[in-house]
């Protein structure tokens, strides 16, 4: 080997090293460098989740705030609906007053001992104008049996307030729409207990439908008189106009047979086997004087 190839070779070597030297501090620079960023990112990061967290916390209040919107607009149409019906419980309390002063009335043994029983409204804690509204409801109703239907059992509190607060009964006509009203909604509390013992009665027989209502009686809780269930027939959906419970028209619906008196407002109930779909028909917009 000449000298000059020596010389080549030596430099080959001296320029490998320090090319390797070069390249070993950059990665060791990159490194240094690489964990410098990585510790000015923390704060970065911690700030990121802080923000985040923040976000999180205000939208959470947001939405608290809505809800709190809409429970105050709430608040302020009850409020509004309490209001207007001051005026008509004043005139009423007058009304009633007035009434107690020219009948007189018998004690509540004596009375509730001669009286079909057709639930005597108990919401002695509800305000006491409203209350003697509902017993005198209640006596009138009772003085009268034939306007008496076995549903009438299944009356609540509510049911008695509402009719007594919404409704006169001075004249005979008025008299026959209060009743209307008390036995329409009687009717709706036994629909929905009938619901729900068509829908006991369906899990108990793996979907079978029953071939006479007396079936479901001992689904009711508490069981039901069969009394009852004799006011209401089963009838294809196809002999009632205008009525669509199911799709298929031959499927056969609970229909009340009759309404006790039809033109002062009272529907006829109805409701599908399964006990998930009702409706009522029935013409409540004129009061008639029924004839002889």
């Keep these: 080997m000449t000298g000059a ?37 923390k704060p970065l990061a911690q700030l990121v989740q802080t923000l985040q967290q923040e976000r999180q916390r205000l939208h959470t209040e947001l939405h608290q705030a809505k809800e709190e919107i809409k429970r105050t607009a709430g ?114 509390r036994f629909i929905e207990q009938l619901g729900t013992a068509l829908q006991k009665y369906g899990q108990a027989t793996a979907g079978q439908t029953p071939a006479k209502l007396a079936d479901v009686a001992s689904y009711f809780s508490p069981p039901v008189e069969l009394n009852v269930l004799e006011r209401y027939e089963l009838i294809p959906q196809r002999d009632i106009p205008n009525v669509r419970l199911s799709q298929n028209p031959d499927e056969l619906i609970v229909r009340e047979k009759r309404a006790l008196d039809p033109a002062a407002g009272e529907t006829v109930q109805l409701i599908n086997l399964k006990g998930t779909a009702r409706g009522a028909i029935g013409d409540t917009r004129t009061l008639a004087t029924p004839k002889p």
Aim: hydrophobic share 35%; proline share 6%; net charge neutral.
């Design 5 to 41: 190839q020596k010389i080549i070779g030596t430099g080959v070597v001296v320029l490998t090293l320090g090319a390797i030297c070069y390249q070993h501090r950059q990665v060791t620079e990159l490194r240094v460098e690489n964990h410098t960023l990585r510790e000015q990112t």
């Design 75 to 188: 608040d302020q149409s009850e409020l509004m609906r309490l209001r207007g019906e001051v005026t008509p419980l004043r005139q009423a309390a007058q009304e009633l007053q007035a009434i107690k002063a020219a009948t007189p009335r018998p004690a509540p043994s004596t009375r509730t001992a001669a009286l079909p029983p057709a639930g005597v409204p108990s919401n002695l804690d509800v305000d006491h104008m409203i209350t003697l509204r509902s017993q005198d409801l209640w006596q009138k109703l009772n003085q009268a049996p034939t306007n008496w239907i076995p549903e009438l059992q299944f009356l609540k509190d509510e049911d008695w307030r509402k009719v007594a607060l919404g409704q006169r009964w001075e004249t005979d006509e008025e008299t026959r729409k209060a009743f209307g009203q008390l036995r329409n909604a009687a009717k709706e």
